[in-house]
């Protein structure tokens, strides 16, 4: 049985139906890239897969259960955890805090343990300490754990909220656009990093990417959208080759 | 966890100190009446601008109505002294704790629908409650309307309050290091992120709304119990901006910043009261010149703390190489 699979999801706005009939099934341990020009709908997709949008029609269900109209905060503890398109950060908040947030409900105690900061309290947050710091460690950042996240240089910053996301402890992670403003030097950079997420935490991982070269690098699996509705489906070979993919990229 | 004793141990002497120096120049006679009175009121303002940066500055949400909740929790308490009667310091204590959840009540009232919209929603809708609160203090005859509410047991003193606040500031400070704090923060830095990796924020914005809420009821009960007289008029608008003027010049997000600032701008219109007419005029002109040149306010999101302090003392010794 799939992961995460949407069924003939589509959603309108106003009289504008910005996806439509959109279905895809993603296996554990699965590498998925979704492509598309601008404006196709893709970050619109995964804003339904985490309950951002509400989809008008169809069904998304992760690991057997449906998830339309639950709360985002409801769909990460389900398993599914995501990243944005334009980093979202807490900014002001040390990098180390970032990854805390993050394990909240792995952290074991209620408002009166916290203020009263007894042992639970201790050893609570000694655990959470040591998890985040080890998050941060396979990331190569426990050097900037006291650091503001605003401080980080950008690539820094994209690994940050990756990490963060798996803090949450996910069995899919949705990335938008992850090279977003990367030099090449740093794209490869993630897509080793994105490799590596895969096997050391085996779990799913679908891709929002415009970089052809990164999806094309590292995707089992590609969907090509356009006008929010899927123009192909198939291995990066396939989709090198499909005229229709060509046509939306290059114009017909 | 030693470093964690040593600045619990710290903090202690360091409150314990301030306490038994005041305590002595009161006995003393040093500090007379009218200082005992402002240093009362600074108190009290500490712990409305500390519980009113938990909503503001921790949460990040703008609330306009704080004066409202301190007049729930001032009215509550004094109302519930007057007819249970039990004398002493335990009647007073359960008068505050009365208070503090009659203005919590409040908070979950009007935070549960304004709270689970995005944006400044709840600005307007606690400016409206502050409001409506002093249009009921005036028209009720439980509240004694515009003529106030007389003849309260005078319960506070300066040792009351002065262990209440500190108390209320421990608590917010113990609150604001947990995850519980950390979940309220990360909904001020980003709501859509924190909704992202699983923070319920509309529990969490509630949680921080109610407990400001609260400690204004709290604050308000021990002012109801020093002055033994409640006038409406003095829970009007400028009440609640006063408070948040105070606590965006101590720093949005630092409860030591909204204590300097609460004890800064009590005793400010205090000391100009010789320059009599120019005293708002000078009053104001000082918070556009801090805002000009420290806009986020005194400590911006730093706490202060002695170990901090003799750090950066010792530094620019290690720096120059001096010595």
Known sequence: MSLLSCKDIGISFGGLKAVDGFSIDINQKELVGLIGPNGAGKTTIFNMMTGVYLPTEGDIQLDGKTIVGKKPYDIVRMGAARTFQNIRLFRDLTVIDNVKIALHHEIDYGLFAGILRGKKYDRAEEKAQVEAMELLKIFEMEEYAEQKAKNLPYGKQRKLEIARALATNPKVLLLDEPAAGMNPQETQELMDTIHFIRDHFQIAVLLIEHDMNLVMGICERLIVIDYGKIIAKGTPDEIRSNEQVIGAYLGS | MTEKRKRLVINISLILSVYVILFVLIKLKVINRYYEGIMIACLINVILATSLNLATGFLGQLALGHAGFMAVGAYTAAIVTKTVGMPGTLQLLISLVIGGIAAGAMGVVIGIPALRLRGDYLAIITLGFGEIIRVMLFNLDITGGARGLRGIPKLAGFNVVFWVCVLVVAILYAVTHSKQGRAIMSIREDEIAAEA??????????????????????????????????????????????????VVLGGMGSLTGSIIAAIGLTILPEALRSFSEYRLLLYSALLIVMMIFKPGGILGQREFSVQGLLKRLKKPVVEGGEE
């Open chain 2, 197 to 246: 990796v699983g923070i319920p924020t509309v529990n969490y914005k509630l949680l921080g709304f109610v407990l400001a809420a609260f400690f204004a009821g709290v604050g308000g009960g021990l002012y109801a119990h020093y002055m033994t007289v409640l006038d409406p008029k003095t829970f009007n608008f400028m009440r609640s901006v006063e408070i948040l003027v105070i």
